[in-house]
C-alpha cells in the first residue's frame, strides 16, 4: 500500500507564514504538521510515500529527504492547483493498481491507522459536525455502507463531514472517474473535487464504509492551530531539550522548547511551542506557537504565531507575524 498525500496549497488562511513555508511545515506541538502525518502512517507499516507537491514545493521534498531517508519518497509537481481531485490524478503512474492511503497534508486525526490498513474494504474517515456545509458530507446506510457523498452541500442530509482520510482499494477506478470527471470539464479555471470521483466510484458499485476519527485537528487558520497545538501538548506532554539555558526562568506546562533555545527572566507557559535557537528575555508567553531562530525581548503574548527568524520588542499585542521579520513595539520602526 502507497501513501498519498497532497501538500501542494498555498496555505492562504495562514499568512503571512505561508509565504515563505509550506503549511505543511508549519509547527505544532514540537513537530510539524506533515511528521504528524507521517510518523502515524509509518508506525502503521507504510513505506512507500508520494507527495503532490507545489507551492514553496522544494522545501516539502528537503524536509522529506532530511527528515525521513529510510522511507521510499515520490514527489508529484502540481503545477496548476485545480483541487484536490486533480492533485491525486497526477499519482496514477507511481500508484498504479496498489492500494493507497490518501491523507490531506493538513489533516491531522486520531483514528486507528493499522486498523484502516488492514481493513478489506475502502473506506472514509468522518467527523460528526455542527455544520457540514463547509466539508463533503457522507451519508450512510444502517449497515455502515455509504451511499452518497456531496461537497459542501447547501442543505446536508448528515451531518457526517469527511476529514480527508480515504482507504481506496480500487485505485483503478479511481483514477478512471477522476479523469472521467476532469476530461468532461472544459473549465481551465475550475477546482476538481475527490468526493465527486468518490461519489462516482459509489455509483460504479464500490463499496465503502465509514471509521469514525476520535480527534480532528483543524490547522487550516491560525486561532484553529493555536487550539490544536494546546490540544496535541496536553495530550501527549511537552517536550523540553535538557541542554537549553534557562536563567530566572519559570516553565508552565506543557511546553515543548526545542534544542539550543536561550531563555531568561520569563515566563513560558502553558501551551507553548518554541523552535530551535531561539532567544526570549523578560517576556510572558503562553497559548502560542513561536519558530525557530527567533528572538524576543521585553514582550508579553498570548495567542500569538511567530514565525522563524523573527524579532520581536516591546510591550503586549496579541500578533500574528511571518518569518524574516523585525517588529519594535516600543517604538522602533519595523
Excluded at 36 to 52: H, K, N, P
Amino acid at each position: 500500500m502507497k501513501a498519498i498525500i497532497p501538500v501542494a496549497g498555498a496555505g492562504t488562511k495562514l499568512r503571512p507564514h505561508t509565504y515563505t513555508q509550506p503549511k505543511a511545515l508549519i509547527p505544532l506541538a514540537g513537530k510539524t504538521i506533515l511528521s504528524i502525518i507521517v510518523d502515524q502512517l509509518r508506525e502503521a507499516g507504510i513505506q512507500e510515500f508520494v507527495f503532490i507537491i507545489g507551492y514553496l514545493g522544494e522545501k516539502i521534498q528537503d524536509y522529506v529527504t532530511e527528515n525521513y531517508p529510510d522511507i521510499q519518497s515520490h514527489f508529484v509537481q502540481q503545477n496548476d492547483r485545480h483541487g484536490i481531485g486533480h492533485a491525486v490524478s497526477l499519482t496514477q503512474e507511481i500508484v498504479g493498481n496498489d492500494q493507497a492511503i490518501i491523507v490531506l497534508g493538513d489533516t491531522i486525526a486520531e483514528y486507528d491507522v493499522k486498523q484502516v490498513i488492514e481493513t478489506p474494504c475502502s473506506l472514509l474517515g468522518l467527523k460528526n459536525v455542527d455544520d457540514p456545509r463547509n466539508f463533503g458530507v457522507a451519508e450512510e446506510d444502517e449497515d455502515g455502507f455509504i451511499t452518497r457523498v456531496i461537497e459542501k452541500p447547501t442543505i446536508p442530509k448528515s451531518n457526517m463531514a469527511l476529514v480527508g482520510i480515504y482507504k481506496i482499494i480500487e485505485t483503478d477506478v479511481m483514477y478512471q472517474c477522476l479523469h472521467k470527471i476532469i476530461s468532461a470539464n472544459e473549465d481551465h479555471f475550475v477546482d476538481f473535487n475527490l468526493t465527486d470521483a468518490l461519489e462516482c466510484m459509489i455509483q460504479q458499485g464500490v463499496s465503502f464504509k465509514s471509521f469514525k476519527v476520535s480527534n480532528w485537528f483543524d490547522c487550516g487558520k491560525k486561532e484553529t492551530l493555536l487550539y490544536s497545538n494546546a490540544i496535541m501538548l496536553k495530550k501527549f506532554g511537552g517536550n523540553v531539550f535538557e541542554k537549553n539555558s534557562f536563567q530566572n526562568t519559570i516553565i508552565v506546562p506543557p511546553v515543548t522548547i526545542g534544542e539550543g533555545c536561550v531563555i531568561k527572566n520569563s515566563v513560558i507557559g502553558p501551551n507553548v511551542a518554541i523552535g530551535e535557537h531561539t532567544v526570549i528575555n523578560q517576556s510572558i508567553i503562553k497559548d502560542s506557537i513561536i519558530g525557530a531562530y527567533s528572538n524576543l525581548v521585553e514582550i508579553v503574548l498570548n495567542s500569538s504565531l511567530i514565525g522563524n527568524d523573527a524579532e520581536v520588542k516591546g510591550v503586549s499585542r496579541n500578533l500574528n507575524i511571518g518569518d524574516n521579520t523585525a517588529i519594535d513595539l516600543a517604538g522602533g520602526k519595523s
